[in-house]
Protein backbone atom coordinates (compact mmCIF):
# COMPACT_ATOMS: atom_id res chain seq x y z
CA UNK A 1 0.00 0.00 0.00
CA UNK A 2 2.15 3.00 -1.15
CA UNK A 3 -0.41 5.05 0.02
CA UNK A 4 -0.50 4.29 3.13
CA UNK A 5 3.13 4.09 3.65
CA UNK A 6 3.82 7.44 2.02
CA UNK A 7 1.63 9.18 4.67
CA UNK A 8 3.05 6.85 7.23
CA UNK A 9 6.58 8.88 6.43
CA UNK A 10 4.59 12.09 5.96
CA UNK A 11 3.50 12.08 9.02
CA UNK A 12 6.94 10.86 10.88
CA UNK A 13 9.05 13.06 8.96
CA UNK A 14 6.76 16.28 9.37
CA UNK A 15 9.90 18.42 9.46
CA UNK A 16 11.30 17.33 6.31
CA UNK A 17 8.24 17.70 3.96
CA UNK A 18 7.41 20.99 6.12
CA UNK A 19 10.99 22.64 5.42
CA UNK A 20 9.77 22.21 1.65
CA UNK A 21 6.63 23.82 2.05
CA UNK A 22 8.29 26.63 3.37
CA UNK A 23 11.38 26.58 0.69
CA UNK A 24 8.79 26.01 -1.94
CA UNK A 25 5.66 28.53 -0.78
CA UNK A 26 7.57 31.51 1.90
CA UNK A 27 5.32 33.42 3.22
CA UNK A 28 2.31 31.27 2.36
CA UNK A 29 3.59 28.81 4.34
CA UNK A 30 1.21 30.20 6.61
CA UNK A 31 -1.87 29.68 4.62
CA UNK A 32 -1.12 26.26 4.23
CA UNK A 33 -1.06 25.16 7.85
CA UNK A 34 -4.11 27.70 8.51
CA UNK A 35 -6.17 25.52 5.67
CA UNK A 36 -5.12 22.56 7.31
CA UNK A 37 -5.86 23.27 11.25
CA UNK A 38 -9.49 24.16 9.77
CA UNK A 39 -10.12 21.12 7.73
CA UNK A 40 -8.57 18.84 10.63
CA UNK A 41 -10.74 20.33 13.30
CA UNK A 42 -13.38 21.44 10.53
CA UNK A 43 -14.73 18.65 8.48
CA UNK A 44 -15.62 15.37 9.72
CA UNK A 45 -13.79 13.48 6.84
CA UNK A 46 -10.44 14.89 7.73
CA UNK A 47 -9.58 13.50 11.22
CA UNK A 48 -6.62 11.54 9.57
CA UNK A 49 -4.50 15.32 9.08
CA UNK A 50 -1.93 16.29 11.13
CA UNK A 51 -2.81 18.13 14.85
CA UNK A 52 -0.76 18.13 17.44
CA UNK A 53 2.26 16.99 16.26
CA UNK A 54 2.04 19.58 13.15
CA UNK A 55 1.73 22.47 15.90
CA UNK A 56 4.57 21.35 17.61
CA UNK A 57 7.18 20.89 14.96
CA UNK A 58 5.51 24.34 13.41
CA UNK A 59 6.98 26.22 17.23
CA UNK A 60 9.84 24.16 16.70
CA UNK A 61 10.24 25.82 12.74
CA UNK A 62 9.59 28.89 14.79
CA UNK A 63 12.53 28.78 17.29
CA UNK A 64 14.76 28.74 14.63
CA UNK A 65 13.03 31.77 13.15
CA UNK A 66 11.80 30.32 10.10
CA UNK A 67 8.19 31.53 11.79
CA UNK A 68 6.78 33.72 14.03
CA UNK A 69 5.46 32.29 17.47
CA UNK A 70 3.24 34.96 18.02
CA UNK A 71 1.88 34.98 14.54
CA UNK A 72 1.84 31.27 14.34
CA UNK A 73 -0.26 31.26 17.57
CA UNK A 74 -3.04 33.80 16.67
CA UNK A 75 -3.57 32.24 13.14
CA UNK A 76 -3.82 28.71 14.38
CA UNK A 77 -5.56 29.09 17.20
CA UNK A 78 -8.40 31.52 14.63
CA UNK A 79 -7.83 28.50 12.44
CA UNK A 80 -8.78 26.04 15.10
CA UNK A 81 -11.95 28.43 16.43
CA UNK A 82 -13.27 28.55 12.61
CA UNK A 83 -12.71 25.06 12.25
CA UNK A 84 -14.74 23.87 15.35
CA UNK A 85 -17.34 26.64 14.63
CA UNK A 86 -18.24 24.96 10.61
CA UNK A 87 -18.06 21.23 12.08
CA UNK A 88 -20.46 22.64 15.04
CA UNK A 89 -22.51 23.75 12.23
CA UNK A 90 -22.07 20.81 9.94
CA UNK A 91 -23.24 18.69 12.84
CA UNK A 92 -26.45 20.80 13.67
CA UNK A 93 -27.68 20.36 9.68
CA UNK A 94 -26.59 17.30 8.89
CA UNK A 95 -26.47 15.24 12.08
CA UNK A 96 -29.28 13.84 12.90
CA UNK A 97 -29.68 12.12 9.20
CA UNK A 98 -26.36 10.70 9.36
CA UNK A 99 -26.96 8.90 12.94
CA UNK A 100 -30.26 7.75 11.28
CA UNK A 101 -28.41 6.93 8.17
CA UNK A 102 -25.77 3.65 8.22
CA UNK A 103 -24.72 3.82 4.89
CA UNK A 104 -23.21 7.52 4.76
CA UNK A 105 -20.11 7.15 2.75
CA UNK A 106 -16.88 8.85 3.46
CA UNK A 107 -17.50 8.70 7.41
CA UNK A 108 -16.55 6.59 10.25
CA UNK A 109 -19.94 6.06 12.30
CA UNK A 110 -17.74 4.15 14.79
CA UNK A 111 -15.61 7.18 15.30
CA UNK A 112 -19.16 8.87 16.16
CA UNK A 113 -20.51 6.87 18.28
CA UNK A 114 -16.98 6.44 20.05
CA UNK A 115 -17.19 10.63 20.45
CA UNK A 116 -21.01 10.15 21.85
CA UNK A 117 -19.79 8.15 24.34
CA UNK A 118 -16.83 10.57 25.68
CA UNK A 119 -19.45 13.76 25.47
CA UNK A 120 -21.99 11.58 27.33
CA UNK A 121 -19.08 11.11 30.05
CA UNK A 122 -17.21 14.37 30.19
CA UNK A 123 -20.50 16.54 28.98
CA UNK A 124 -19.81 19.84 27.89
CA UNK A 125 -15.80 19.86 29.26
CA UNK A 126 -15.55 17.21 25.80
CA UNK A 127 -15.24 20.39 23.78
CA UNK A 128 -12.15 21.53 25.47
CA UNK A 129 -10.31 17.86 26.33
CA UNK A 130 -11.04 16.87 22.93
CA UNK A 131 -8.63 19.27 21.62
CA UNK A 132 -6.35 16.85 22.44
CA UNK A 133 -7.65 13.73 21.51
CA UNK A 134 -7.02 12.85 17.64
CA UNK A 135 -10.25 11.39 16.20
CA UNK A 136 -12.61 12.55 18.85
CA UNK A 137 -11.81 15.99 18.33
CA UNK A 138 -12.32 15.94 14.87
CA UNK A 139 -15.84 14.55 15.74
CA UNK A 140 -16.68 16.29 19.07
CA UNK A 141 -17.81 19.74 17.75
CA UNK A 142 -19.87 17.91 15.29
CA UNK A 143 -21.52 15.88 18.00
CA UNK A 144 -22.26 19.10 20.06
CA UNK A 145 -23.94 20.51 16.94
CA UNK A 146 -26.14 17.36 16.85
CA UNK A 147 -27.15 17.70 20.42
CA UNK A 148 -28.75 20.48 23.04
CA UNK A 149 -25.38 22.45 23.58
CA UNK A 150 -26.57 26.42 22.52
CA UNK A 151 -24.29 28.05 20.19
CA UNK A 152 -22.83 30.80 22.64
CA UNK A 153 -22.01 28.03 25.74
CA UNK A 154 -20.19 26.09 22.43
CA UNK A 155 -18.34 28.90 21.57
CA UNK A 156 -16.66 29.30 24.89
CA UNK A 157 -15.49 26.22 24.97
CA UNK A 158 -14.02 25.97 21.75
CA UNK A 159 -12.57 29.19 21.76
CA UNK A 160 -10.62 28.21 25.30
CA UNK A 161 -9.97 24.87 23.90
CA UNK A 162 -8.34 26.02 20.73
CA UNK A 163 -6.38 28.31 23.22
CA UNK A 164 -5.16 25.96 25.29
CA UNK A 165 -4.53 23.25 22.31
CA UNK A 166 -2.92 25.22 20.21
CA UNK A 167 -0.80 27.69 22.73
CA UNK A 168 0.57 24.25 24.46
CA UNK A 169 1.67 22.44 21.13
CA UNK A 170 3.30 25.57 19.52
CA UNK A 171 4.77 27.04 22.52
CA UNK A 172 6.06 23.71 23.49
CA UNK A 173 8.17 23.26 20.04
CA UNK A 174 9.30 26.85 20.48
CA UNK A 175 10.53 26.20 23.76
CA UNK A 176 12.32 22.57 23.46
CA UNK A 177 12.75 22.88 19.75
CA UNK A 178 15.98 23.54 19.73
CA UNK A 179 17.02 21.50 22.75
CA UNK A 180 19.42 19.55 20.90
CA UNK A 181 18.26 16.16 21.86
CA UNK A 182 14.68 16.84 20.84
CA UNK A 183 16.46 18.63 17.21
CA UNK A 184 18.22 15.78 16.26
CA UNK A 185 15.24 13.37 17.21
CA UNK A 186 12.37 15.25 15.65
CA UNK A 187 10.55 12.28 14.10
CA UNK A 188 10.79 9.76 17.55
CA UNK A 189 9.20 13.26 19.00
CA UNK A 190 6.78 12.95 16.68
CA UNK A 191 5.86 9.28 17.49
CA UNK A 192 5.73 9.75 20.94
CA UNK A 193 3.05 12.69 20.81
CA UNK A 194 1.10 10.37 18.11
CA UNK A 195 1.44 7.77 20.57
CA UNK A 196 0.36 9.70 23.82
CA UNK A 197 -2.31 11.19 22.10
CA UNK A 198 -4.21 8.10 21.35
CA UNK A 199 -3.57 6.55 25.10
CA UNK A 200 -6.99 8.47 26.59
CA UNK A 201 -9.77 7.07 23.79
CA UNK A 202 -7.92 3.68 24.25
CA UNK A 203 -8.37 3.80 28.06
CA UNK A 204 -11.71 5.06 27.58
CA UNK A 205 -13.01 1.92 24.74
CA UNK A 206 -11.05 -0.11 27.33
CA UNK A 207 -13.18 0.60 30.23
CA UNK A 208 -16.55 1.11 28.01
CA UNK A 209 -16.04 -2.56 26.62
CA UNK A 210 -15.49 -3.42 30.73
CA UNK A 211 -18.20 -2.14 31.59
CA UNK A 212 -20.10 -3.38 29.43
CA UNK A 213 -19.46 -7.04 29.85
CA UNK A 214 -19.94 -6.67 33.67
CA UNK A 215 -23.55 -5.45 32.54
CA UNK A 216 -24.72 -8.13 30.53
CA UNK A 217 -22.77 -10.36 33.06
CA UNK A 218 -25.49 -9.12 35.88
Known amino acids: MPSLMTFIDFILHLDKYLNMLVQMF??????????VIFCETGLVIAPFLPGDSLLFVCGAFAASGTFNPVYLFFLLAIAAILGDALN???GAHFGPKIFRDDN???FNKDHLMETQRFYEKHGHKTIVF???IP?????????????????????????????????LFVFSGYYFGNV????????????IIIF???IPPVIDYLNHKRNAKKAMGQ
Do not use: C, D, H
Open 180 to 191: PIIKENLNYVIL
Open 130 to 132: ARF
Open 196 to 198: ASF
Open 104 to 106: VRF
Open 26 to 35: GGWTYAILFT
Open 88 to 90: YQI
Open 135 to 167: VIRTFAPFVAGIGSMSYWKFATYNIAGAIAWVG
